[in-house]
């Protein structure tokens, strides 16, 4: 198991490099922002993907994506690997399953990428000692989720909507990311709700970290969502997961994430929870059944 975890803490820390080439795309274009500033966090790139049809004259919802530098061009990636976003999104908007909208992916940071997506208030309710090892091993000091959550909501949003043609509206405006990145998906709509009307988190990192810790952190994230979960009547979320590589222990956690939304009236009808036996935790994986949460989430 130690040698399984720490090839999987390998591989999940290698996804944090940040490719310094800019991603092309055959299906919109993109609009890189190169180190964009902000007064929370440090400077990142933003990669703004437009429809092949976007036009000032009309007016798109928003779909905030973390790990940008993966999203859109596999040639860029450490791992030659993408999420097919452009692609998924240009195929659903033409087809029309999606009302047209605006991907913003946002890059990742390199190594505070565990501190700003673990949700800071999951990790402030841990037991002393264990939040102390988390803050030490593995988030590189204090978190900074809620920090990373005010760029999002103060700086890059406001920026987007005055530069794009955007509905700027809780309705149109969503989050998505995998692993960490389901983790603070999740966060961002429980903490702002008026903004985000809808979460996709995939593969989602209930573990928090590569130490179960007899579940404790599971549990947390449990208690947390449990008190904050934004209304069923006016948001929607959506989870996944596989059954390799480090998906193979998100199962009974997901199921408990399940029993809290179910308690708060969440229904079929704004919540999904999909199983896809036999994937693993990748790209890869993520790009096959990626349309199945923009549909959901982006559905005309």
């Not at 390998?10 to 609009?31: C, D, F, K, R």
């Not at 593995?138 to 900074?144: D, S, T, W």
């Not at 179960?212 to 009547?233: E, G, S």
């Not at 480090?246 to 997901?254: I, S």
Request: overall charge positive.
């Amino acid at each position: 198991m130690k040698t399984l975890l720490s090839s999987l803490l390998l591989l999940v820390l290698s996804i944090t490099v940040i490719a310094q080439q800019e991603p092309q795309t055959n299906y919109g274009q993109i609009t890189t922002i190169v180190g964009f500033k902000s007064a929370y966090v440090d400077a990142r790139n933003i990669y703004i993907w437009l429809p092949s049809n976007y036009t000032p004259a009309k007016k798109y919802a928003v779909l905030y994506m973390h790990d940008g530098q993966m999203l859109f061009d596999s040639t860029t990636t450490w791992n030659k690997q993408e999420w097919m976003a452009d692609e998924t999104a240009a195929r659903l908007i033409d087809d029309g399953k999606t009302k047209e909208f605006i991907i913003v992916g946002v890059s990742n940071n390199d190594k505070y990428r565990h501190s700003e997506y673990f949700p800071q208030k999951v990790a402030e309710a841990l037991p002393s000692q264990l939040r102390d090892t988390l803050y030490r091993k593995a988030l590189m000091g204090m978190p900074r989720s809620n920090n990373y959550l005010k760029f999002l909501v103060e700086e890059l949003k406001p920026y987007i909507d005055k530069n794009f043609s955007t509905l700027p509206d809780r309705d149109n405006t969503f989050i998505a990311g995998s692993s960490m990145g389901g983790l603070i998906s999740l966060y961002a709509i429980c903490e702002y709700p008026k903004v985000f009307g809808g979460a996709a988190c995939l593969s989602t990192h209930w573990i928090g970290n590569f130490d179960l810790y007899q579940n404790v952190i599971p549990k947390a994230f449990a208690t947390y969502v449990d008190k904050n979960l934004p209304d069923p009547k006016t948001h929607r979320l959506y989870f996944d997961h596989g059954d390799k590589t480090l998906d193979q222990f998100y199962k009974p956690h997901q199921l408990e994430i399940d029993k809290v939304l179910y308690k708060h009236n969440y229904n079929k009808s704004n919540m999904i929870t999909l199983f896809f036996p036999g994937t693993n935790h990748s790209e890869k994986a993520w790009q096959q059944r990626l349309h199945i949460p923009f549909t959901f989430l982006l559905a005309r």
